[in-house]
Structures are given as structure tokens and as C-alpha cells.
């Protein structure tokens, strides 16, 4: 059981919880085709899952250009033998790629908003579309999608994030009942700031980083960073057969972040 066996194709797998995903699954059995933008990284990983004896590989991947993703998808299936799981994992911020005081309504070019757009929800589609033949081939297939805390409920500096977050959530739904004639399910995860490096920049950029990230988790009834390895745990229960009964859905991992409107200050613990 668990995902033993399984062939994963994982997106920004450079870093982060795609990379995590990545080890974790390696470490249970899986065999992962890791795929970024950020090549020397990327094989540096995959290179270090092998070492351990776990079974991986590297291909470079934009998950906006379709050449790139539907190489991608011949890659994972030909250094596989095949595709059983696709963790739309690739992701990035407005105040990843713009300075923050250029990220609200009024400051925000086109070209910002759109990019996050395109990565966020336009490349899991492309992804999703390209990886199709080879799932439907698989005798487990599923597609987990990253969205996010953001993806229901609105904070600052967020605006193209939130809607292609809130997109994804819909994406998911949506693909779900498209594919679940090829018995394929399709589910995304939320999870609130996790310990990467994009959320470690982003609290860097604040005019008082020690106060912003106690800012964040204090939002939680776990008040600290989640950590990658915790997702990718999520991650390979929802590609594993114990999930089989679980299909177009949203599970957040938040930290307790939405079960409630208030400050973790307001509790004695």
C-alpha cells in the first residue's frame, strides 16, 4: 500500500514542498521525475534521491510552454515506464517577481499579474492536459494540485495570487469531474506559510521580518511555520489507494489557520 510503486511526475521539485514531495515519495517506494526551471538545482536533488538508492530523474520544465510540458510528459513516461501521479506542485508569488510596493491594485503592471496567472493556473492545466494519455493508462491515477490558504480567504499584496490560488481550487472540481470517466482523481491541498524559500523571501522583504512571520503563524492554532515534509506526507496519502474514496476536493493544511477569526495571542496556551 502507500505509494510503493508508484511513478510521479512532480513540478518546481527544485525546491521547497515539491522537492520534499519528491524525497518523501522516493523514500516510500515511489519512483519520481522531478522537473523545474532551475536545472542545476533540480539535477543536484535528483542526484542526491539516487545516492540514497532511491529512483529519480530530472527534466527541465516552464510549466507555461507547452512544448516544454508535453517533453516533459514523454520524458517522465519513457524514464518511468509510465505516469501514475502528477503533483502540480510549480508556483510563484507577485512579490517573487515584482518589488512589494508594486503589488497592489493601483502599482501592479499587466505583465506581473498575468505571469502569476500563467505559472499558478494555466501551467497545472497544461500539465494536466499533456500527462492525460499517460493516466490514463496508469491503474491508480491522480493529480494533486497546490493551492493554498489563499485560495479562500484574502490577504495583503495577494491579488494575483489569491485569484489564481482560488482558481486552482475550481480547476481541481472541474478536472475531477471531467476525468473521473478515466478514473482518475483529481484533489488539491491548502496549505497556510510553509517553511520555503518563497515564504522565507517574502518575510525577508518586510519592513520587520521577526514581526511579520510571528504576524503569519500567529494566525494558526499551531503557532509556527509548517514545514515541507509535512505536505509531501499529504501529498503521497492523496496518490496512495487509502485515498481511493477521495476525489475532487480541497483539504487544507493550515495549522488550524481557518478554522477560526482570531489572534493565537487571544488563547492561553
Known amino acids: 500500500m502507500g505509494v510503493e510503486g508508484l511513478r510521479f511526475v512532480i513540478t518546481g521539485a527544485a525546491t521547497g514542498i515539491g522537492e520534499s514531495t519528491a524525497r518523501v515519495a522516493a523514500a516510500k517506494g515511489a519512483s519520481v521525475m522531478l522537473a523545474d526551471i532551475t536545472d542545476e538545482v533540480g539535477e543536484g536533488v535528483a542526484a542526491s534521491i539516487r545516492a540514497s538508492g ?17 517533453a516533459l510528459m514523454r520524458a517522465g513516461a519513457e524514464e518511468l515506464g509510465g505516469i ?16 512589494p510596493s508594486m503589488c497592489d491594485l493601483e502599482n501592479m503592471t499587466v505583465e506581473t499579474f498575468r505571469k502569476v496567472l500563467e505559472v499558478n493556473a494555466v501551467g497545472p492545466w497544461l500539465c494536466s492536459k499533456y500527462a492525460l494519455p499517460y493516466l490514463k493508462e496508469s491503474d491508480l491515477p491522480s493529480i494533486i494540485n497546490a493551492a493554498s490558504v489563499g485560495s479562500v480567504s484574502a490577504y495583503p499584496l495577494c491579488i494575483a495570487y489569491g485569484t489564481s490560488k482560488g482558481g486552482i481550487r475550481l480547476q481541481t472540481q472541474n478536472l475531477a469531474v471531467d476525468l473521473a470517466k478515466h478514473g482518475i482523481r483529481v484533489n488539491c491541498y491548502g496549505p497556510t506559510a510553509i517553511a520555503t524559500s518563497m515564504v522565507t523571501e517574502f518575510v525577508k522583504q518586510a519592513d520587520d521580518p ?28 492523496l496518490a496512495s489507494p487509502e485515498a481511493g474514496f477521495i476525489n475532487g476536493t480541497y483539504i487544507p493544511i493550515d ?13 492561553d496556551l
Request: charged share 20%; with cysteine.
Open 255 to 267: 495549522g488550524g489557520q481557518l478554522a477560526w477569526h482570531g489572534h493565537i495571542d487571544e488563547l
Open 84 to 99: 501514475d501521479v502528477l503533483h502540480n506542485n510549480a508556483g510563484i508569488h507577485e512579490t517573487g517577481i515584482a518589488d
Open 210 to 237: 521577526v514581526a511579520f512571520e510571528k504576524s503569519m503563524t500567529g494566525k494558526g492554532l499551531i503557532p509556527r511555520l509548517g514545514l515541507p515534509e509535512e505536505v509531501a506526507e499529504l501529498v503521497c496519502f
Open 54 to 70: 532511491g529512483k529519480a530523474a530530472y527534466a527541465h520544465c516552464d510549466v507555461t510552454s507547452p512544448s516544454d510540458v508535453e
